[in-house]
Nanobody, 122 residues
Framework: QVQLVESGGGLVQAGDSLRLSCAAS????????MGWFRQAPGKEREFVAG????????YYADSVKGRFTISRDNAKKVGFLQLNSLKVDDTAVYYC???????????????WGQGTQVTVSS
């Protein structure tokens, strides 16, 4: 089992920045990668960013490419998502996730945090 706890969300103005954190505990040695997702009220959850520990190169949704950056600390127990140049449309609950398997070349996320709210005002 893997436990994930997000933090760092808040209320900011358009153009501001935030850094979200994802603290992991439990059976984390089996994690093949991590990702960030977000869900706005009344909308489907969408992929934001992800990274495989083996491949190393991060990947991003087109909507956040060039503005958001995914990273981790040296202990590989805390993940981060740096959100720059925030837009009103970025408003959502942001979730981190751990991938425990690979299917058809894609990470399969099986553990999720509780989410942290990011609200961007104009």
């Amino acid at each position: 089992q893997v436990q994930l706890v997000e933090s760092g969300g808040g209320l900011v103005q358009a153009g501001d920045s935030l850094r979200l954190s994802c603290a992991a505990s439990g059976r984390t040695l089996g994690s093949l990668g991590m990702g960030w997702f977000r869900q706005a009220p009344g909308k489907e959850r969408e992929f934001v960013a992800g990274i495989s520990w083996v491949v190393g190169r991060p990947y991003y949704a087109d909507s956040v490419k060039g503005r958001f950056t995914i990273s981790r600390d040296n202990a590989k127990k805390v993940g981060f998502l740096q959100l720059n140049s925030l837009k009103v449309d970025d408003t959502a609950v942001y979730y981190c996730a751990s991938a425990g398997a690979v299917r058809s070349g894609q990470l399969q996320y099986d553990y999720w945090g509780q989410g942290t709210q990011v609200t961007v005002s104009s």
